[in-house]
């Protein structure tokens, strides 16, 4: 897998951080120290926990993301509900049941307005016609458990099982921000010819942005969303309307800081490592060392990586984690085996991060 940052054309408006390939982590209420952070389980029995968001509505419980095509339910302390699947989508997914397939469910979001009109978006790989597509759709949780409607507004053909993106997020300004990979394979072989990511007339290898509260007539034919007209290529018919950057390879985690503008764009040597999986900027209280940083992680390592600017330079460091004697409660040693994703909470902006099999941890 390919290592570097490759946001060629990013628009100003959004600082978006961004990564590849990706599992979830969660703090001890005890004093903690400043120079390591601690680090205990949450939730086990995982297989590939893709992603994680914690709902802002009256039991601000966390959605769990399993790669297989389901989303699971906890409690704000991590108690597993009673009816703990909040979605199914299992038997609709692409997914060969291993750690390594690149395909499944990858990314979900909850709507901004999530807690008045139950909606979330999901990007997952799904068959059609013998072809593997990556479906953008929009689910409305019926009343009861388990019960849903679901609306597609993009299926976009995957040329290869590799590189199929998946992060999907709002941005502040509410529209829908979608990381469609370049569908290459890992050796570059499928795309070297084709070189989908520059490709105007393709979605593969993009950002894409769109408004889903709004929807439109396209050629005669109802399209479940609209395309902002602020869209950077709005105006060029030989540019599909929903790019709003391209030449991106494979963005697997990717992040809003709400609090900055500052868009960071650091090359990965990755010689030297494997697949980045990006993190957040650090806005929890409880590690002010960590204070504005960005956080991030790569695939192949059990480790933290931080990054932050300095005049014109971004600065890497390592996190250290703390010896288990050090720590209060179910304390761990070591992040995972590998880490595949990262996740925040919605009170003490707290970073989770997700290993295979299970989901990791929490910086306290
Ligand atoms: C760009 O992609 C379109 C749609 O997939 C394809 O028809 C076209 O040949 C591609 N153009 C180039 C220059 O490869
Ligand atoms: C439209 O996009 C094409 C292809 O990238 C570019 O060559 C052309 O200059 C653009 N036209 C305008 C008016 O920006
Ligand atoms: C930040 O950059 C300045 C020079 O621009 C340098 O003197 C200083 O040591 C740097 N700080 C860190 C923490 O690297
Ligand atoms: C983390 O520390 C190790 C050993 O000190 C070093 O080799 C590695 O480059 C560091 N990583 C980053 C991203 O700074």
Request: net charge negative.
């Amino acid at each position: 897998m390919q290592l570097r940052f490759e946001l060629r054309s990013l628009s100003k408006s959004l600082n978006i951080l961004c990564s590849f390939i990706t599992v979830l982590v969660v703090p001890c209420l005890t004093q903690m120290s400043e120079e390591c952070v601690c680090l205990q389980r949450k939730a086990n029995s995982l297989l590939n926990p893709v992603y994680l968001q914690q709902a802002l509505d009256e039991n601000n419980r966390f959605y769990v993301a399993e790669q297989y095509g389901v989303i699971h339910q906890y409690s704000p302390s991590w108690t597993k509900e009673e009816n703990s699947i909040l979605l199914d989508i299992s038997s609709d997914v692409v997914h060969d049941g291993t750690l390594l397939d690149e395909r499944g469910l990858l990314g979900f979001t909850l709507h901004p307005d999530y807690n008045r009109n139950r909606k979330l978006y999901l990007y997952s790989i799904r068959k059609y016609n013998q072809n593997d597509y990556a479906y953008v759709t929009e689910v409305i949780l019926g009343e009861k458990n388990g019960k849903y409607t679901e609306n597609v507004l993009l299926a976009i053909k995957q040329p290869h099982h590799q590189r199929n993106g998946g992060q999907i997020l709002f941005g502040k300004d509410n529209f829908l921000y979608i990381f469609v990979g370049d569908g290459g394979s890992e050796d570059g072989s499928s795309d070297a010819h084709t070189n989908l990511a520059q490709n105007s007339s393709s979605l593969l290898g993009k950002i894409l942005r769109i408004d889903v509260s709004n929807y439109d007539i396209v050629s005669d034919r109802p399209q479940n969303y609209r395309v902002p007209n602020d869209n950077p290529f709005v105006n060029n018919a030989s540019w599909l309307p929903e790019i709003y950057a391209y030449g991106c390879r494979n963005m697997w985690r990717c992040s809003v800081d709400m609090e900055n503008e500052v868009l960071p764009i650091y090359t990965y040597n990755y010689k030297q490592f494997s697949a980045v999986i990006g993190g957040y900027v650090y806005r929890g209280k409880v590690l002010s060392k960590l204070f504005g940083k960005y956080l991030f992680a790569d695939v192949a390592f059990s480790e933290f990586y931080t990054l932050i600017r300095n005049n014109s330079q971004w600065i890497t460091g390592n996190v250290s984690v703390c010896p288990e004697e050090m720590c209060p409660c179910n304390a761990r040693s070591q992040p995972g085996m590998s880490l595949i994703s990262f996740g925040q909470d919605n009170q003490e902006k707290q970073v989770l991060h997700a290993v295979p099999q299970e989901f990791g941890s929490m910086f306290t």
